[in-house]
């Protein structure tokens, strides 16, 4: 039986580079919290376990999945556009959470943690239904890719121009 899972993410740094060490930090710690635990399967694709490249293409998110001899096993493009709002969102209540950190009652705290942990699960549960028919992952490994595409995202944004 094949082996569902991601056991390498590689980030193209030509399209997807990031804007400093906290940037390629947060990426560092987001792979390996994917690496670590998850359950990821390619449509019609019984061989695994996979390797994913990410890229960046026409402001749109390529996953390339292939084998870990590099057999490439399939190939599609992600627009990010549906997911800008959810970021920004999700950017802005965690820098409120890093403020409440210093100054709040652990009571409002934990309401804002609980509105982030909200927002991260409206974007992982829409980055699963972008991902239907194409390829089978559980909650919390959408959960995972999710927080690795904040993660690209705030290499992205944060870059020098």
């Given at each position: 039986?094949?082996?569902?899972?991601?056991?390498?993410v590689e980030i193209d740094e030509d399209?997807?580079?990031?804007?400093?060490?906290?940037?390629?930090?947060?990426?560092?710690?987001?792979?390996?919290?994917?690496?670590?635990?998850?359950?990821?399967?390619?449509?019609?694709?019984?061989?695994?376990?996979?390797?994913?490249?990410?890229?960046?293409?026409?402001?749109?998110?390529?996953?390339?999945?292939?084998?870990?001899?590099?057999?490439?096993?399939?190939?599609?493009?992600?627009?990010?556009?549906?997911?800008?709002?959810?970021?920004?969102?999700?950017?802005?209540?965690?820098?409120?959470?890093?403020?409440?950190?210093?100054?709040?009652?652990?009571?409002?705290?934990?309401?804002?943690?609980?509105?982030?942990?909200?927002?991260?699960?409206?974007?992982s549960n829409l980055l699963a239904e972008?991902?239907?028919?194409?390829?089978?992952?559980?909650?919390?490994?959408?959960?995972?890719?999710?927080?690795?595409?904040?993660?690209?995202?705030?290499?992205?944004?944060?870059?020098?121009?």
């Amino acid at each position: 039986m094949a082996d569902k899972r991601l056991v390498a993410v590689e980030i193209d740094e030509d399209t997807l580079s990031s804007s400093g060490p906290d940037a390629e930090h947060e990426r560092r710690v987001a792979i390996f919290d994917l690496i670590e635990e998850n359950s990821f399967g390619v449509r019609d694709d019984d061989r695994g376990p996979y390797v994913l490249h990410l890229s960046m293409m026409e402001r749109k998110l390529v996953f390339d999945i292939r084998l870990e001899d590099q057999t490439k096993v399939h190939m599609f493009i992600l627009s990010i556009s549906p997911f800008r709002g959810i970021i920004r969102d999700y950017f802005m209540i965690c820098e409120n959470y890093y403020s409440a950190i210093k100054t709040q009652s652990p009571h409002q705290i934990e309401a804002i943690d609980m509105a982030r942990r909200g927002i991260h699960n409206e974007g992982s549960n829409l980055l699963a239904e972008r991902l239907e028919n194409k390829i089978d992952v559980d909650f919390d490994t959408s959960r995972r890719l999710f927080t690795l595409i904040c993660a690209l995202h705030a290499g992205q944004t944060r870059a020098p121009t």
